[in-house]
């Protein structure tokens, strides 16, 4: 008998079906493929995620197998550690300086052994198709191949063809964003300059460092800014001055759209002297918890309205509780899988903002959610009405075949398919894209073939609405045609 945990051996053959993720019924499958072969070589648009600058700025082949694909992505080691794997064995960096394991080798062993942990996740679609489509590999990872692995991956990591930007090229991406905060000098990005990718890498104006009173480093911060740009950012109107001048510099770099990655979906819209005092009982740190969240629905407000005047893309991702592990914020600090999705209100959180520009149809204002109870009764009624606002894509925790399959089920008969924006990927992880792609490209295919084999769509509307989930409304969602 079999246990449950039992490893593949070593002859296991790694396949990847043409037919994943489609329907089983051969009817609707059919239906399926035929739209997915209508949409499946289109260009990649990655408009929103965290791949490392310097990775294209200075285009030096990556180190190895573990810490290119393990230890920048939090899926693989935030399961790891749920089933009492230490951090500390899989590499990660500790705060307090305590050694960790260095040994690449043996953290890849870590993790080959325990692959069957990945059965049934998104992860395992994506972890598959990069080592079968990106490497070449046709056995199953398992302790058994792990050396095989590491050795395969690693001697192809060196060649040029492994080169970021050669990636880049033959992933067909077609353009890339970055995420940095708003005190960042942007020198990666400022290496593409000449180099024909500057227009490919672009960056991404995330003003959490500089809107967040809660921050320990808020104040400093602040005073940073103040030293950036040349405005006396201790006052409100010099603040506001200063933000303009920071959004505009991320523009020279290719920015065409700012990332709020907010506790909730709170907005504000203050008289101008309320917002002034709230801004300096945030800088001495006189504020309560209550007035660092209304000041950060305030700048929401604000932010919105620096979007109308300068036309970049406002992205909002409320519902996140981060770090929610204390024991691991405190040894490796955040972004260590520890971060826990949350009831999110919108209606009324987002009332004060919509109040004020909702009915702006220059604005483009695009909604994530990490609470799907939302969808139905909250963002699709929301998003099929104001002309501001759009609705992003299954994100995160829900970026998986059944995630996508829940948001298409339940947004697409209020907002439609035109009040959204097609997929992004939102990873680290940069192998894993043309998968991730892949993945949303086959389920937006395999929903669009119910619709047309019962008769509520013809394939021909199916072949349009498919290339515009794939590639036309994230384009213009984020102005990159």
Known sequence: MISANSRPSANSTLTLHPDRLFPSDPTVRAIAQRLYQHIKDLPIVSPHGHTDPRWFGDNTNFDNATSLLLLPDHYVFRMLYSQGISLESLGIRRRDGVVVEQDYRKIFRIFASHYYLFRGTPSRIWLDSVFHDVFGLTDTLSADTADHYYDSINAQLVKPEFAPRALLDRFNIEVIATTEGALNDLRHHAKLKGSGYEQRVITTFRPDDVVDADRADFAANIAKLGELTGEDTYSWPGYLAALRKRRAFF????????????????????????????????????????????????????????????GMTMQIHPGAHRNHNAVIFERFGPDKGADIPSPTEFVSNLKPLLQKYGNEAGLNIILFTLDETTYARELAPLAGHYPALKLGPAWWFHDSPEGMLRFRHQVTETAGFYNTVGFNDDTRAFLSIPARHDVARRIDCRFLASLVAEHRLTEEEAMQVAYDLTYGLVKKAYQLA
């Open 251 to 310: 523009r020279e770099h290719g920015a065409t759209a700012t990332d709020h990655g907010h506790p909730t979906a709170i907005t504000a819209d203050l008289p101008a002297n309320e917002a002034a005092a709230l801004f300096q009982r945030c800088l001495t740190g006189e504020s309560s918890l209550a007035e660092t969240e209304l000041f950060r629905g305030q700048m929401l407000t604000e932010m919105a309205g620096m979007s109308l005047e300068d």
